[in-house]
Structure formats: C-alpha cells, structure tokens
C-alpha cells in the first residue's frame, strides 16, 4: 500500500478561504501554533486571528507569513491580506483580508465533530473526557466502516444476535441515516415500525432543558413493540417511502446547554430503561458526521470493519488514527477492535496478515499509556489488539431480505464464531467469586474453612507443584485428552500397537502412570470416558520413568506383579531390565538381535523365564492363550547419547518398527504394545522417511491444543480443591464453548476489571505460554498455575479471583526458564543455541533482530524455526513470549507471526 504523505505542508493551491481555514486547523492539530496565538477563524471575506494580549499583531502577522510562505502576504488599501492562487503567470488579485484582535485566553468548547467549528489552539488536545461512564453499566459499542459494502451491517446483526443468545437484552441501533440496512431486514420482516431513530433524534433536539427525558420515555413506551427474540430493533425511521436526506443531523444536538456526549448518554440510558445491557450501533460510512458524536466518545467500543483493498484499509487506517488523537482509549474505555472482512485464505494470506499487524499497531495508538510499574505488557497488548479474521463466503454475496432470513443464514454460516470475543466482552458478567465461597454481589472475601483466598491460593500452588513433575505425583485421577480418547476408541476389541510420541513435558510419563494404575485396558477406558471396550486386556508396564517416587514404584511394581504369569511368579525389576539394555548397548548386534533383546524385556516383564535365544517361541506360546498390553516409558532415560550414537539410534529404531512388526505378526494380534517417547527421538532414530512414520500415530500424539490447555488449567484447580466442582461443572465435562467463563473464578475475565481494556486472561494464557509453532505443553500449564498461585497469595487487590494479574505476569519468567531447561534437555543442539541467545550482551538483546546481530547463521536459525523458538519475518527473527523472557529479550515490536497464528485458527474453525 503507498500510503499519501501525512507530513503536514503548505498546500500547493491556495485558492479559497477553505484552504486557509483547513491549513490552520491541521497546524493546530499538529501542536504548531505558538502559544500566545488562540484562535483562527477563515470566512468568505476574511481571516480573523485572536493573540494573547501579551502579543502582537506584527507577531501576529509574521507568522503568518512564515507559515503561508514567502510573499503570501501583503499590504493592500491599509490592512494585510492573504494572497489566493490566481492562473499561473500573474500577479495574483485576489486577496483575503486578514484582522488580529487580543484577548484575554478562554476555554473554548470542543465538540466531537470531524470538523470543529472554531479553530483553536486546543484542538492539538483530545476532546474533553467524559465526566463518568454510561447509566446503569450500559455498553455501547459501534461498528464503523471507511467504505461501504465491506460487510459491516451483517457482522453487527451477527454480533447482535450472538450477544442476544446469551441471554442479554441488545438495543441495536441503525444509525446509517443515508443508506439503513437493518431498517430494510427489519420492515421485509413485515413489522411495523413505532419508533426509529430520526424520532430519537428529534425528540433530543426538542428538549428546551437539555435532558432527554421525553425521548427516553417515549422510545421505552413504544420500542419493545420492536423485539425479535432479545434484540430490540431501533431502525433510521420509521417510513422507507421517504428516501430523503435526515431533517436532524447528531450533531444538531451539540448546543451550548447540552452535554457534548448528549447522544451517547441519552441512547444509554434509554437502553437501561429498556433492560439493555448492550447497545450496538451500526453508523454511517466514511468521515461523516453522522458518525463523529459516536466515535469520538472514548466510552464506545469502536468496531472499524474493513477488508484488505488499499482504499479500504488506508481509509480505516486513518479514522483510528484520527480517534487517537482527538478522542483516546482511556485506562476503563473498552480498547477499539478491528475485522478483516471478505479475503480468501488462499489467496489473500499475505494480505490480511499485513493488515491486522497495521490495524493492531494504530489501535494501540488509541490507547492512553498506563504505569505499570515495570511489568511486561507485551502478550496483554498482543491479545487484547489482534484483529479479528472473518473470510469470505461465498453464501452471503447475496442477502435475503427479512431479519429472521438473514439471522439463519448469519447462524448456519457461523459468522459469529469469529466473533467470539467481542460477544464475551459486551456480554459482561459481573465479577465473579470464587464458586460456593460467596457471592459477587456480596463482600468481595472469600472463605473456606475458616481459612480465606489465600490458603486457596496456596492450596493451588501446593498441589500444581506435585503435579508440575509426574516422577513425583501419586495422585491417581487424571484429564483424558483427544489423543487418549483417539487410542482408545481404535482399539476397543484389539490390543493397541502403537507409538504415543510427545515433547518434554507434554504428559507422556504421567499418562503411562495413570494407564498403569488403572490395571486393565478395559478400565482405563472406562477412566477417560470411552464407551463400548471390551478389551479386557491387563496392562504390562515394561520400562518406567527411572525418576518415580518411591511410592510411584511400588504401586508400578504391584501392577506388573499383576500381569505377571504364572500368578504369583516375581517379574524382572527395573535395574534388571536396564542392564540388559546396557549390555546390549555395548554389543555390536544386528537388528534381528535388538529386536529380540526388546522382546526379552517384554518376556520378563511378565515374569517368563526367556532369554533372546528363545525369547519369541516364549511370547508365541504365552499369547496362544493369554492378553497382555506392554507399555513403555523411560526411553530418554536409557538412550542418553541417541543424537550421538549410532548404536543407541538403531535400538530405538528397532523397537519403534520391528518390534511392533512381530507383533502384528501373531496370529489373532493378542499382544499389545504403547511406547511413549520424545518426538525429536523418533526423528533423530528414524532418519528415512520420520514423517510418514509420526503421521501413522499422529491421532496418539500429547499435545494440547487450546481448549485442552483451558481445561487443564480448569482440572488442575479443581482437582486442587482451590475451586469446587460438581457433576456438571468437572473440567471434563465442560463443553468447549463454555470454558472460558468456568475459568473466571481462576483468573478473572480479564487481566484486569471485567470492565477495563485489558486483555482476556485465557487469550493471555495461551498467548504467553504457545511457541512459535503455536505449541504448549502440559508441564508449563501446571508450572504457570504453580508460580502464579504461589506469587497471588499475599495480594489482597483481588479477592474474586485465586490468580492475580501481576502474579500471572511474572510468573511468566520462570515457566520461561524452565521451558529453556526443558528444550535443552531435549535437543542439546537447541540447547546450545539458546545458551548462546543468553549470553549475548543486553543491547544486542531485542527482538526483532537479524542474524548478524546475535551471531547465528541461517542454519542455526532454521534449527531454532523447527522447534518453535524463533519465527523469520522478511529478514528479522522474533521469539515468542515462553521464550523471549527466559532469555531476557526485550520488545521493541511484535511480529505478524500473531496474526498468522490468529488466521489459521480462525480458518481451521471455519472448514
């Protein structure tokens, strides 16, 4: 996009009055009147300019021509005038007199009009704040959009009728007073119309003591005559025989006796009498001034609706910045929000990605900076600004004509589901407490057992900390997964045969535990939820984590005692089954040999006296007429040297594939086998091919996508006793959609008040704790929840909620430094990398950054890209937050990286 000169110079044509004026207002705009200089007010036979009385007017006119320029003014029958452009090559006639007069300073009245009518030195200065918010807790929030026909009417009946499902009452408002959408859904749907907008207007108007009584009461009389389903209609007016342009603009209603805020305060409280809580205004395209006394109250959330054309996005670009000089967001005003509408994933990618990272800076221009005392806002300002993606469907190129047809098609397309975050805004809880520990509307102190939210606190923390680490946590229940579910719903009737791969922390050694002690197969299933398994198959840990609790093993070791056959025979311990690994790692064997050692282990899990001569004549005979289901973990723990040995890379190897090959080889599949084991192990061991290998097990691997990740944090913190649950509030049985206001309780709505601009906390959640490969794991899940508890526990700032938004913020570092610990244990190699990240000098420590700067080479990086720890933009790198903090990297930017991130979710919900 090339995007015009903003650099404010004199114009090139200075033809009329109207030149001078607009001149003289973007001077002042821009702070670049001198200060004893109060007023500049062009007309068609003049120029008037008031000065301190501490000035002069020879001061006056000097600078008038400094700024018009060289000879652009003279002297003519006695007074100074302004020199017009006349035709190129003569001198020019026609002239504008110019007068100065002083006077004492005054505070002029602003307005919020795009055009103010005076031009004063203040309008370099935001328009008056608001002296409170709306009536009632009413929101407003207005969708505005620079061109027409970029789909901003039919995302507001969306957003609309989103809001209104959830059970609040919504004043939608059509103020486009030059070309109504809604008021054409609304009178196709056969209504009549009592009461529009133009009667709303008009009414203000009238009132001689400016309150808005009358109209507040009549619109209350008659608009509930206008609800569909829970949306009260307000359409432009109330006949579309009548296509002329409106006898009453808003900015009618700017007079002296009236609030400049008059519009926005009078539909807020007309809403409050109506039982709204949400008032959503669809406004007039472009830099009208239909719209300027909506948008210029910082009180309304701005929705700038947009696609990607140049016209468009410049036109949009603009307003915000415009809003941010004349009208910012401040610390309690709901932050702006942009939707990038009508793009084709495929062939617009680059487009909307460029879009959102412009539209996500200008609105965090809007924003009135705040102190934080030294905290990073860097995932608050990521979170809370990123735009918001809605693609282009085919299916609503053409709209039918009633409400409730548009409503369907707006409901079958799920437009709305982009959407999701503004609906949770406008439909705003109060803050909650703690579940069953007393009320919001009460004391805000929570209690339990004779204790308060600080033993919950500590509670939580306690109990994340045992859990962080699975070698150490005895606790027996557990969070099924996708994954889980996807295992054990192929293997009903036959035991599995299969790897479940997963990174460092992801959960593989807790989820081998938790398969153990549940015995048999059929139990474990009915553990995680999944019907109709008639496997009855025990389980047979083989190899374990060599880190376990003592109590851990020994409940290992009754289960194997279990599996074993005959009854009552003593299986292999685990130092037994490990010094036949290491003898064999120090032994030039074939694969055939290896395969047959990993058998062994197998063999003697189960307590059969077998060795590899014999090994699979043994198993062959047991599984004649008996099930097992081996499991292995620990892999790491044998295989220390695997990215270094050839010898150590070929055993895995042969476990990964032979060993499941000769199981498969036995008639009727009797034996079972699960390997958990680090993915980057797989791939250093399977060299060829690694890709079709993972991709045959993909639907076992442990990662956690979003929503589990919310449900973790959810089950964690019940589990903890830190929150109550009941049948249908247990984290497993929250639906997806719902998971977010189950989390208030943890962590609040927002990284602040339900009310500020801040940041949602579970979009923060994720945001901090994802890799660039839009990753995260379970052990930094329950780190977070550990560090956060344990940092909230003497805040007393927020009582309704067990995490406190400072306590999340800094809990960042060090799940950051264990996240850098863990990669490194991982792969060495990245390890490395990382080490040589921290080790640099601070000032060459921001991101973004380039190659040279930290001295990696584009192989290095790549490295680094694979693992999720850096992603390339043009020819600058960025580190995402689980990292960045760790390494003590500061932002000077953010990355379009969040965008991409954004899209893909958006696109993935839509297919």
Known sequence: MIMPDQEIRVPEHIYTWVDVDAYLAALAADNRWPSWLQECDAFWDGLEMTISPQASPEEALAWLEKVFGVSSTASHDGETVLRLDDVPGRPSARLLPVSVRQREPETPRREPRWRERRIVRSLGEPLPCPESSFPGGVRIAALHSFKGGVGRTLHGVALADAVAQRGDRVLLVDADLEAPGITWMFSAQGRRVDFGYEDFLALLHSSDDGRPDDAVRLGAAYLPNQLIGNVIVMPTRRSLLDIAPPRLEPTDLLTPDRSIY???ESLAALADRLGARTVLIDLRAGSSELAAPVLLDPRVQRIFVTTVSDQSLYGTLRTIQELARRAPSRTDDPASVAVITQFREDGHRELAVSAATRLRDAISGTLEPNDHEGEDRTVDRDVALEPIFSVFQDRLLALPASWDAVVDLVRRQRLAEPLVPLVEGLAIPEEPALPGRGSAAGPLHVTVDGGDVTHLRGVLSEFAGRLAYAETADDTDFLPTESLRNMLAS???????????????????????????????????????????????????????????????????????????????????????????????????????????WLTCMARALGLNASPENVERELAEFASANMRIFLFDGLEDLLQDLLDSEVQRQALRVLLVDCLDWLRSLRGRPLGLVIFVRRDLVQSAIRQNHGQFLARYSDYELKWNHSEA??????????????????????????????????????????????????????????????????????????????????????RNWPTRLLTPAAMRKALVQCSLGKIRAITEESPQVGELLRRLGSLPADKKRIPFSPETVGLSSQELEVLAGNGVVFREEDQYWIPEIFRHGLSFKATGRPKILAIANLVRRQNNLD
Request: glycine share 6%; hydrophobic share 40%.
């Open 262 to 264: 008059y519009l926005t």
């Open 491 to 597: 293997h009903r009737t036959e035991p599995p045969l299969c790897v479940v791969t997963g990174a460092k922390g992801s959960g593989k050694t807790f989820t081998q535990l938790q398969m153990c002690f549940r015995g048999t197969w059929r139990d474990y299933a009915h553990a995680v939820g999944v019907e109709s398994v008639a496997l009855d198959a025990p389980l047979a840990p083989v190899l374990v984590s060599k880190n376990l609790s003592e109590s851990a093993l020994e409940r290992v070791g009754e289960i194997q005692r279990n599996a074993a056959t005959p009854a009552g025979v003593e299986p292999a311990t685990q130092l037994e089954l490990r010094d036949l690994i290491d003898e064999a790692l120090r032994s030039q064997l074939t694969d055939m040999q290896w395969r047959r050692v």
């Open 710 to 795: 919310l449900r973790l944090a959810l089950w964690v913190a019940q589990r903890s006793g830190a929150l109550p649950q009941d049948a249908s509030g247990a984290a497993a049985s929250v639906l997806s959609q719902h998971l977010s206001t189950a989390l208030h309780p943890l962590w609040g709505e927002k990284m602040g008040s339900s009310k500020s601009r801040e940041a949602r906390s579970d979009g923060w959640f994720l945001a901090a704790l994802s890799d660039f490969n839009e990753q995260i794991q379970a052990r930094d899940i329950v780190t977070f929840l550990k560090e956060s508890a344990a940092l909230s526990v003497e805040d």
